[in-house]
């Protein structure tokens, strides 16, 4: 008979106690307010959206930490994202409407329960209590005459790093009201603004950028508390309901690098005319949290960074997240084992469009060389979902509501990839956007050969205006500032023109352009960047009659690489001395004659080779089309024409005859995708060279740029000419849908008709 050991009941309390301490404990958390205006009443209204990070999706409330937080009228709650791989969490987001009868300011903390035994209100593999705390000013200030508006930031809960592998999280804040954001460490406890009140000794602070260097020693979980503050960059005069009034400061910079505590919000000593927070005051109310005292004195924190000296912030807003160190990587480099972002995702900081009841779409595409991308985890505001649409791209889906007009919402997210030997998990860089929700007056006229755009200068555009530009940022005739007035901005471009682009489907020729602050010759952005997309659809039996323009070099920048160029050209001959001036545009050219065209690369960054893995010829300048000649494909001559000159490495010389495709379309496009690739570095697809399409291609190695299409032309058969006549110009209406997205670089093309009847409609 087999033998049973009984464990000892102690033993086997202790344990139980320990995994039911762990299922309602807390990864991190943070708190955003908005304020909503007045009811019919007089009340103030404030929208409360905080999110909690626990084990088993267990969220606690809030209390009224001092002054008068109102009363709450409605309260929702909705699960964000949860889990890693290998760890089990999950993140919620509770939505809470608040109405205060004044607009002085309060606060509120976090949680409103503690249990040692079940882990409420305690940080998960820590026995410390959890807690954090916000600061809430609704006074009108005196440079907007609106509500003070707080900072936009937002994190994921929990971020992986391998334990050899130095790590930076940059985060992304973003000010409504154009304020200074400072981030702070909190080091007072008793005003219930931290628990843990320092942070480890592996991390340091930028307050100034809001960026956390961290240098990984032992395995675990590294809990991080911050505090993000917003100041004026001008002293202003914050106004109240009840009349008394207080005076808001920029920070002062300390410049001797000695760190010094931001004394907190609520123990602030103020003078009888300010009243900027429940603690300044100076009404008769005897509540314990107004009183102007202050509290004890605080603790500093080591930081590296140059030190900003009290003052005292608009808003106080926590953001809490933990980091999990793994062991060693065998590469820190990214696209190794750490996922590395690729086109078409956006850049951390960039700010988007969206609009009401229309689904916002933010493609991500991410690789690893090593590993497989496992899945991408996102947060951010209620509804939020992702799709997996291949193997490294997934599709961040957000349809915001007639709600949420107005505001301004972070999404963020990391990529996952693992090994599939030892199931090792990796985590991508942080990345975060700033969506802000508009519904722009806005007119778009789409005629026979140009597109006219007017554009409301709401909120976001006047913040931004200085900086705004089509997609061709370097033609003078596309400067927006040439036809926009005071209330609006207007641009008026040919639809060949300004960087617009040109897709089909089935039934329709597609124009497209964006107003962008986005500048691309710029390595990294630190900007908040904004893009608003616009388009025209006509139907193909339409008459849209566009003019030819030369192609100026293509240029692009991606981290490591810098700031490159492509230049596509036709030549006279086969020696490449004399091209093809643009005056000669559209190129005519007789059947069977050969042309010669040279694509070359320019950059600052030496050892690089260009690549030419493919090109096309298409009815129209859009390497998508689905109607198209092949000439090369994965780097492999199609076309039995073609020749392949000697040239650099940073040109690609080659030649052939022209072909009968040309002959069937009214003009014609060569349309190339090209890689550059840092020389002698083996596994680079410039070194695969030709991978016949029956091939198993290897996986693409670091030490490349994305690939990126070029095109040249257009290309005209001299024995269609006959049937070059130009149709009547008909006034087109419009089919104009305002979208934010990435745009590539396309051209132009003549269609007929006899008859067209347009629908002229708007979403924005």
């Not at 700010?351 to 991308?373: G, P």
């Not at 961040?396 to 972070?410: A, K, S």
């Not at 080659?654 to 379309?665: T, V």
């Amino acid at each position: 008979m087999a033998s049973v050991t009984l464990m000892p009941p102690l033993l086997l309390l202790l344990l139980i106690s320990a995994a039911s301490a762990q299922s309602y404990s807390f990864f991190g958390g943070s708190v955003a307010f908005t304020p909503k205006g007045r009811d019919s009443n007089g009340a103030y209204e404030v929208e409360l959206r905080d999110k909690q990070t626990s084990v088993t999706c267990y969220q606690d409330g809030y209390t009224c930490h001092y002054a008068d937080c109102g009363s709450e009228t409605q309260s929702s709650s909705t699960l964000i994202t949860n889990n890693s791989y290998g760890l089990e969490w999950c993140q919620y987001e509770t939505v809470t409407k608040v109405k205060v009868n004044s607009s002085l300011p309060f606060a509120v903390r976090y949680p409103a329960t503690y249990n040692s035994t079940s882990g409420e209100g305690y940080w998960n593999g820590n026995d410390k209590q959890w807690g954090m705390s916000a600061h809430v000013d609704l006074g009108t200030r005196s440079d907007t005459g609106q509500s003070n508006r707080p900072p936009i930031t937002s994190v994921l809960p929990l971020i992986r790093v391998p334990r050899n592998c130095p790590r930076s999280f940059n985060l992304t804040v973003f000010d409504p009201d154009g304020d200074q954001v400072r981030c702070r460490v909190p080091t007072d406890p008793s005003t219930r603004e931290c628990t843990l009140c320092s942070l480890p000794t592996e991390f340091s602070l930028d307050q100034n950028s809001c960026s956390l260097t961290f240098t990984p020693v032992y395995n675990g979980k590294y809990h991080i508390e911050l505090m993000v503050q917003d100041f004026p960059r001008n002293p202003i005069t914050v106004t109240y309901s009840d009349g008394t009034y207080g005076s808001k400061q920029p920070p002062s910079v300390g410049r001797d690098k000695q760190t010094t505590a931001e004394t907190t919000t609520a123990a602030e000593t103020t003078t009888a005319a300010e009243t900027t927070t429940a603690a300044e005051t100076t009404t008769a109310e005897t509540t314990a949290a107004e009183t102007t005292t202050t509290a004890s004195p605080p603790t500093t924190v080591p930081t590296s960074t140059e030190s900003f000296q009290t003052a005292a912030a608009l808003s106080q807003l926590p953001v809490q997240f933990s980091v999990v160190v793994d062991n060693d990587a065998p590469s820190c480099l990214d696209g190794d084992f750490v996922p590395i972002f690729l086109t078409p995702t956006p850049s951390s900081g960039v700010n988007l469009l969206a609009f009401v009841n229309t689904t916002l779409e933010i493609k991500v595409r991410t690789s690893a060389q090593y590993a497989t991308i496992n899945d991408l985890i996102v947060t951010g505001p209620s509804g939020i979902s992702k799709q997996r649409i291949s193997l490294e791209e997934f599709v961040i889906q957000w349809t915001p509501t007639q709600h949420e007009l107005d505001d301004h919402f972070p999404i963020c997210f990391v990529s996952e990839a693992k090994t599939s030997d030892d199931n090792s998990v990796f985590h991508s860089e942080l990345r975060c956007v700033i969506v802000y929700v508009g519904h722009h007056e806005a007119t778009v006229t789409c005629n026979q050969a140009s597109i006219t755009v007017e554009v409301k200068k709401d909120y976001l555009i006047k913040h931004n205006e200085n900086n705004l530009h089509l997609n061709d940022l370097m033609d003078p005739s596309c400067d927006l500032a040439a036809r926009s007035n005071t209330t609006h901005l207007v641009a008026v471009m040919s639809l060949n023109a300004c960087g617009t682009t040109i897709e089909e489907d089935g039934d329709n020729i597609i124009f497209r352009n964006q107003i962008t602050t986005a500048d691309t010759n710029k390595t990294i952005s630190r900007t908040n960047d904004v893009e608003i997309a616009f388009l025209c659809v006509y139907p193909k039996r339409a008459n849209v009659t566009l003019g030819f323009t030369h192609k100026n070099p293509y240029t692009f920048s991606e981290k490591g690489f810098g700031a490159f160029t492509f230049q596509f050209e036709f030549f006279e001959n086969q020696l490449f001395q004399n091209q093809i001036a643009a005056s000669r545009y559209p190129v005519e050219v007789d059947l069977k004659q050969m042309m010669f065209m040279q694509i070359e690369a320019n950059t600052s960054t030496p050892s690089l080779e260009l690549f030419v893995e493919s090109c096309r010829a298409t009815p129209y300048d859009n390497p998508n089309s689905r109607i198209s000649y092949t000439i090369i494909q994965n780097g492999c001559v199609k076309d039995d024409t073609v020749q392949i000159y000697s040239s650099s490495e940073s040109q690609f010389n080659f030649g052939m005859e022209a072909f009968e495709f040309i002959g069937s379309y009214p003009e014609v496009y060569i349309t190339c995708t090209v890689i550059l690739c840092e020389t002698g570095v083996p596994g680079t697809r410039c070194s695969q060279g030709c991978v016949p399409s029956n091939s198993r291609r290897k996986r693409e190695a670091g030490g490349q740029t994305s690939k990126h299409s070029i095109s040249q032309g257009p290309l005209y058969l001299l024995k269609t000419s006959a049937s070059k006549a130009s149709g009547s110009g008909l006034n087109l209406g419009l089919n104009i849908i305002l979208i934010v997205g990435c745009i590539l670089i396309c051209g132009v093309v003549i269609y007929r008709s006899r008859r067209f009847r347009a629908n002229a409609s708007a979403i924005v």
